[in-house]
Every structure is written in structure tokens, then in C-alpha cells.
Nanobody, 123 residues
Framework: VQLQASGGGLVQAGGSLRLSCAAS????????TGWFRQAPGKEREFVAA????????YYADSVKGRFTISRDAAKNTVYLQMNSLAPDDTAVYYC?????????????????WGLGTLDTVSS
């Protein structure tokens, strides 16, 4: 499966962005999909994940209550709605997918990755 992330940009603190992860090549709805981010000089970290049917979601504590992950099976797309953004959210955001029934939070567990999209939050 090929993944394409989009929607990044520059936003002021307190603002919002919505990222999209469009899939092609296989039935995306069979895959758990996650969002990860990597800030300069830091390791890639888990942000959020959604089960293959969209029934279950899981968030990192740092984004819980501010970010929402969702999926549209008809469009083969997973979204990450990011609200109340802060400068600490500045990073390159990646979407990833893995063919499993369990929500996973480690980058090494994911088999397919899209190119990242840069999100910059100014103070």
C-alpha cells in the first residue's frame, strides 16, 4: 500500500490543522493506521492510531483531547484533526499502516510509511 500525507503548514499557537493520509494500492480499511511525528533532534514518536474499521482509537497523552483521528473508508483516507496547537507540536508528521487487528504504537511495528508533512506552530 502506498501512503501520501498532506495538509501540513504554518499555523499560530492555538490554531488548527487537518492532515490527510490517502492510500492506494490495497484496501486501506484492512490496515491499522497511525500518525507519528518527529521534531528536529528528537526520535520519531507516536501520536495517534485508528483500528482497521475505525471503531477504536488511541492517542499519546501529549495530544489527547486536542487531536482526533478518523478514517473514511470510501475515500481510502485517514485524517488527523489537530486543534489547540502549540509550538511543541512542531514536527514532521508521518502516516503509517500495518496489516493487523491490534492498535500498535511503536514505529517499528508499521510496515508502510508515507512521506512526512511539515507542521510548524509559531508562538
Amino acid at each position: 500500500v502506498q501512503l501520501q500525507a498532506s495538509g501540513g503548514g504554518l499555523v499560530q499557537a492555538g490554531g488548527s490543522l487537518r492532515l490527510s493520509c490517502a492510500a492506494s494500492g490495497r484496501t486501506f480499511s484492512n490496515y491499522v493506521t497511525g500518525w507519528f511525528r518527529q521534531a528536529p533532534g528528537k526520535e520519531r514518536e507516536f501520536v495517534a492510531a485508528i483500528s482497521s474499521r475505525g471503531v477504536s482509537t488511541y492517542y499519546a497523552d501529549s495530544v489527547k483531547g486536542r487531536f482526533t483521528i478518523s478514517r473514511d473508508a470510501a475515500k481510502n483516507t485517514v485524517y488527523l484533526q489537530m486543534n489547540s496547537l502549540a509550538p511543541d507540536d512542531t514536527a514532521v508528521y508521518y502516516c503509517a499502516a500495518v496489516d493487523t487487528s491490534r492498535i500498535l504504537t511503536t514505529p517499528q511495528a508499521y510496515d508502510y510509511w508515507g512521506l512526512g508533512t511539515l507542521d510548524t506552530v509559531s508562538s
